[in-house]
């Protein structure tokens, strides 16, 4: 079945580029939206952006002007590039497939803390 | 799409049943899904557009509602069933959530 697998640095000073990868692993990577989300800890969801396999994004427009989802369909992977961190971006960051009937497959998630 | 989700926090027992409710401040059809996440997990997907159950989700779940108001409902409250609950709009973007249900004991 399809599973996502993610990776990225997980401590990073302010005002460097958090950058997390997902790959997709036994399905197509055609025909579905790709979404990055975030936790803050012990708090709420919160929807980053996606990409189809098109390479169309959309974005939060909370985020927008320091995010960049890229994909790589080559590999079935894409990515998130996330500039000028600060603590308030400190936050779990999952990886998940699907918009319209929701996201029924996430990656394991990768803890991101932004501090001094 | 702004979303209420209430209430925050219930207390419930085994074999109860649980019902959470979200209001979107506009109407979403019936583009609405609802998760379950336990600590240090990924959210779980149990109900999509609204009421149709994801596949291998217990029957116990349930999803109803369109428009701006939706309904879960746990009958028969489960041990493992103690966990947090958000819906989300998946109308138009920017998804959002709500800001979650912890049921506990």
């Known amino acids: 079945q399809v599973q996502l697998q993610q990776w990225g640095a997980g401590l990073l000073r302010p005002s460097e580029t958090l950058s997390l990868t997902c790959a997709v692993y036994g399905g197509s990577f055609s025909g579905y939206y790709w979404n990055w989300i975030r936790q803050p800890p012990g708090k709420g969801l919160e929807w980053i952006g996606d990409?189809?396999?098109?390479?169309?994004?959309e974005y939060s427009p909370s985020l927008k002007g320091r995010v960049t989802i890229s994909v790589d369909t080559s590999q079935n992977r894409y990515s998130l590039n996330l500039n000028s961190v600060t603590a308030a971006d400190t936050a779990v960051y999952y990886c998940a497939r699907g918009r319209g009937p929701g996201s029924s497959i996430w990656g394991q998630g990768t803890m991101v803390t932004v501090s001094s | 799409i702004q979303m209420t989700q209430s209430p925050s926090s219930l207390s419930a027992s085994v074999g109860d049943r649980v019902t959470i409710t979200c209001r979107t401040s506009q109407g979403i059809g019936s583009y609405l899904n609802w998760y379950q996440q336990k600590p240090g997990k990924a959210p779980k997907l149990l109900i999509y557009a609204a009421s149709s159950l994801q596949s291998g989700v217990p029957s116990r779940f349930s999803g109803s509602g369109s428009g701006t108001d939706f309904t879960l409902t746990i009958s028969n409250l489960q041990p493992e069933d103690f966990a947090t609950y958000y819906c989300q709009q998946s109308y138009s973007t920017p998804l959002t959530f709500g800001g979650g249900t912890k049921v506990e004991i």
């Open positions: 990409i189809n396999h098109r390479g169309s994004t």
